[in-house]
């Protein structure tokens, strides 16, 4: 079994997370990490045992033995980042939202062609059992034709104009942190939707990133995608998938659920199932293990999120963000 020395690009809060949950897949281990600070690089090799830290994150391509980087900076360092790696041919797992706009996500995947390097978008979500057991249920007919998704992600932050959350110059805002949630799921079941049949409205903070964003999908034949962020409040996180024969409700948080219930739909009565999906851990090991899976088999990208996926989420939340007027 080969061991993959995984390097960290930007130790905060969800790189500790992360790497927390390397530590439960015996392929893994964190080799390097690389910080704007070495003594937090120090500090977070120390706490996981890393062998390498660097105060630079342009240090970190010439790590001995490293095999693959996990990026988790702000949104605004995404692609400067990503192209750093690839250029020297060190896969890529990036953060979400993958870059702030279309051509900066271009820029990477061109890269990554040329280099033959892999590189993946961290939508942790795809990977998450249940969730992944829901979209099985909905590919194998269970609820029927699939007509209506509807989802919400949203939690109150304290306004705090410093924060990566607020502050515009670090792509600060609900749709671009949490609104790519509800927007990654109706991609996945629905594909990307026309850009005539988005609708979109948005209300901003004082530093002028959205607070809340409230977008629909219309797609073809009577389909709908419901989608709801906000950075001030705590709504439900929850997810439902509304088919003619039934339902499946994602419980909260929808997008690391352990749970969901299948609900069918008879003459007159309901019939409902819960499915229990329990994890060990964050929820963020899959994608890490999956990575690794695509470099055993030599893949230069993933079949569950492709490159070409990605391309689509960003697109759409490029037009999402121009129909409310929300630019970087
Ligand atoms: N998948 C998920 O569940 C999930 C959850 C949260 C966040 N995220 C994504 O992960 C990324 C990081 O989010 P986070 O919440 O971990 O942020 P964070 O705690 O602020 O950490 C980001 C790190 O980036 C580095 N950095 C470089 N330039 C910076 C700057 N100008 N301002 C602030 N930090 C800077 C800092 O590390 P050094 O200075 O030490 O290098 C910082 O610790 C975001 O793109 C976010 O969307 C994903």
Redesign the pocket.
């Known amino acids: 079994m080969k061991i993959y020395n995984w390097g960290i ?7 500790r ?1 992360f790497a927390e949950d390397l530590q439960r897949l015996p392929n893994a281990r964190l080799h390097a990490v ?4 070495i003594d ?2 120090r500090a977070f090799a120390a706490e996981f045992g890393a062998n390498y830290s660097y105060g630079r ?1 342009d240090d970190i391509v010439h790590c001995p033995g490293l095999d693959v980087v996990y990026i ?4 605004v ?2 692609c400067e980042n990503t192209l750093l790696c690839l250029e020297h041919g060190i896969p890529v797992l990036c ?3 993958f870059a702030m706009n279309t051509a900066e996500a271009r820029l990477m995947v061109n890269a990554a062609r040329k280099n033959r390097t892999f590189l993946m978008e ?1 939508l ?1 979500t795809r990977f998450i059992p249940a969730v992944a057991h829901a979209f099985d249920l909905v590919e194998n007919g269970e609820i029927g034709e699939l007509h209506t998704v509807k989802s919400d992600f949203g939690y109150s932050m304290p306004f705090d104009p410093a924060s ?1 959350v607020f502050n515009k110059a ?2 600060g805002g609900s749709l ?2 949490i609104g790519i949630y509800p927007a990654l799921l109706s991609l996945f079941l629905f594909g990307k939707p026309a850009a005539e049949d988005i609708q979109a409205a948005a209300t901003f903070t004082p530093t002028d990133v959205d607070e809340s964003c409230v977008f629909t999908f219309q797609y073809p034949g009577n389909r709908l995608a419901i989608n709801h962020s906000t950075i001030a409040a705590n709504t439900p996180v929850e997810a439902w998938l509304h088919g003619r024969e039934g339902s499946i409700y994602l419980h909260p948080r929808w997008h690391h659920t352990q749970k969901l219930t299948l609900s069918r739909y008879e003459f007159r009565q309901e019939t409902k199932r819960d499915i229990e999906m329990p994890y060990e851990g964050r929820g ?1 090991s899959f994608e890490a293990e999956h990575v690794m899976q695509c470099l055993d088999n030599e893949l230069l990208e993933s079949d569950k999120v492709p490159l070409y996926f990605t391309l689509d989420l960003v697109e759409t939340l490029d037009a999402v963000r121009e129909k409310v007027g929300l630019v970087y």
């Open positions: 690009i930007g130790p905060g809060r969800i790189a997370k690389a910080s704007t600070s937090r690089a994150y988790a900076t702000p949104h360092l995404h953060e979400k939202p961290a942790w990566r670090l792509g671009l942190d963020y």
